[in-house]
C-alpha cells in the first residue's frame, strides 16, 4: 500500500514563497496591505502547491473568525421545508450572502432560531460561542427582537439588520440597516392598479411583529387615499402562511361590495386567494385582479401567472454581508441604513375591471 499523500499546509506555502505565515494569511484572506509582487508570490506557491485555504488558516491572526453568520426564523423555515411549500426567500437569501462572502474569503453559516423562544438568548449565545462570527444577518422579524440585538451587542458582534430602517427603530439598537422600499413597492403595486382603472383595491397585510407589514399598508392606503378612494372595508390581515391567506381573502370576498382588485403581502396567501376566487367562481382577472408581494417560482405557474413586486432578497443580504465586511477592515466606518427599490412584475392577472388579460 502506497504512502499517504501529506496534506499541504499554510506552512507549506510561507516556506515554499520565502515569507512569513502571517503574509500568507493575509494574501488568503485578501486583505489590502500586501504588496502586488508579494501576493503573486504566494498565489504562485498556492496553485504550485495545490494548497486549499481552511477556516482555521484564515484565523490565524486570532482576531477575525471569517464566519458571518445567518439567522433565519426556525418555526416558519422548517414548516415550510416540511410542507414543501418552497424556500425561494431563504434560496435568495443564502444566494446573495454566499456568493458576497466567497468574494472576500469569508464563509456564511445559516442557523435558525425561534423568534418565540423564551430561551433565544441561549440558542444564541451557544452558536456564538461556537462560530464565534465576525458579523451577524438578521432578517425579519430577528432584525427587530430586543433579545437578541441585546446578545449580539453583549458579545459585541457587528450586525446588519435586514428589514429595519433609520429613523425607524425602537428597540435602542443600532447597527447596519437595509431594507427594501416597502411603502414604495406597495404604492407601485397600487398605482398599477389605480391605473388599470380599480378603485376598489382591497390590501391583505401580513403580521404585526414585521414592521414592513404596517410600511406596506401605509403605502397601499397613501396611494388610495391620494386618488381620492376609501379604504374602509378593503384591509385584512394573515400571517404570510395559505390558511391565513385563505380566511383573509375569504373575508374580502364574501362583501356585498367586494373588491375588483386585492394586492397580498406573500405569495403563499397570493395562492389561496387565487383557490378562494375559483371557489367563488371569480375569474382572475376579469373579475379579480391579483397582485403579490415576493414573485417566488409557484406564482409564475398559476393559470393566469401573477403579477408581482419582486423582493431583491439576494441583494439586500449581499449588501448586508457586504457592510459588515467593511466594517471588520475599516471600524472606524459608522453602522449605515441603505433603501433599495423594488420592482413589480406585470403579468396576467391584472387587467381592467371587468375584462380579460
Known amino acids: 500500500m502506497g504512502r499517504r499523500r501529506q496534506a499541504v499546509t499554510i506552512k507549506h506555502v510561507a516556506a515554499d514563497a520565502g515569507v512569513s505565515l502571517q503574509t500568507v494569511s493575509r ?18 506557491s498556492i496553485d504550485k502547491l495545490g494548497y486549499v485555504p481552511s477556516i482555521a488558516a484564515q484565523r490565524m491572526s486570532g482576531s477575525r473568525s471569517y464566519l458571518i453568520l445567518a439567522l ?20 435568495q437569501m443564502l444566494l446573495g450572502g454566499m456568493l458576497e462572502c466567497s468574494q472576500h474569503g469569508y464563509r456564511l453559516i445559516f442557523e435558525l432560531v425561534d423568534t418565540h423562544n423564551d430561551h433565544v438568548e441561549r440558542e444564541l449565545t451557544a452558536a456564538i460561542a461556537a462560530l ?49 422600499d416597502e411603502e414604495g413597492a406597495a404604492r407601485l403595486a397600487t398605482r398599477h392598479l389605480l391605473d388599470l382603472g ?4 382591497g390590501f ?16 397601499w392606503r397613501g396611494e388610495m387615499e391620494a386618488a381620492g378612494n376609501a379604504t374602509e372595508g378593503l384591509l385584512a390581515a394573515g400571517d404570510f402562511t395559505f390558511a391565513s391567506g385563505e380566511q383573509a381573502a375569504r373575508t374580502l370576498l364574501s362583501q356585498d361590495n367586494r373588491p375588483t382588485a386585492i394586492i397580498v403581502s406573500n405569495d403563499q396567501m397570493s395562492l389561496a386567494t387565487v383557490e378562494v376566487a375559483h371557489e367563488l367562481e371569480l375569474s382572475i382577472p376579469q373579475d379579480l385582479s391579483l397582485i403579490s408581494f415576493d414573485n417566488t417560482p409557484p406564482v409564475r405557474f398559476t393559470r393566469p401567472p401573477l403579477t408581482a413586486v419582486d423582493q431583491p432578497v439576494a441583494d439586500m443580504t449581499a449588501r448586508a454581508v457586504r457592510m459588515l465586511i467593511a466594517w471588520q477592515r475599516d471600524k472606524t466606518c459608522e ?20 375584462q380579460s388579460g
Do not use: C
Request: aromatic residues 6%; charged residues 25%; without cysteine.
Open 204 to 219: 391583505i397585510a401580513g403580521p404585526a411583529n414585521y414592521k414592513l407589514s404596517q410600511w406596506r399598508v401605509d403605502g
Open 27 to 44: 494574501v488568503i484572506n485578501n486583505e489590502p496591505n500586501v504588496r502586488s509582487e508579494m501576493r503573486e508570490r504566494v498565489q504562485a
Open 132 to 180: 464565534q462570527p465576525d458579523g451577524a444577518v438578521l432578517t425579519p422579524p430577528h432584525s427587530e427582537n430586543p433579545k437578541i440585538l441585546a446578545t449580539l451587542d453583549r458579545f459585541n458582534i457587528p450586525y446588519s439588520r435586514m428589514g429595519s430602517r433609520a429613523g425607524f427603530d425602537e428597540t435602542g439598537h443600532d447597527g447596519f440597516k437595509i431594507a427594501m
Open 335 to 354: 453602522p449605515a441604513a441603505e433603501v433599495i427599490s423594488a420592482d413589480l412584475v406585470v403579468r396576467g392577472s391584472t387587467a381592467p375591471p371587468g
Open 72 to 91: 433565519n426564523d426556525r418555526e416558519r423555515t422548517i414548516a415550510d421545508w416540511r410542507a414543501r411549500h418552497g424556500t425561494d426567500w431563504v434560496d
Open 198 to 201: 380599480h378603485s376598489r383595491i
